[in-house]
């Protein structure tokens, strides 16, 4: 992989990391009534954060389990 490919790569990665709470406010917004926005987005950009944390433990213990 050559220089200007990781550094593409790293800017995508950093766009779409930082547009998916953007983009889950919107959604909730137009999907859901004002007096469940809240909760409900609450509750969604927790879930994102719980997934965004214990994804890479999970997918750690996977690969020391099955060596790939």
Do not use: K
Request: hydrophobic content about 45%.
């Amino acid at each position: 992989m050559t220089l200007s490919t990781a550094s593409a790569a790293i800017m995508i990665f950093g766009l779409t990391l930082g547009a998916e709470l953007d983009i889950l406010a919107y959604l909730t917004s137009h999907h859901c009534s004002r007096e469940n926005f809240g909760f409900l987005f609450g509750v969604m950009s927790g879930l994102v954060t719980l997934a965004g944390g214990t994804g890479p433990v999970m997918l750690n213990t996977v690969f020391d389990h099955t060596g790939s």
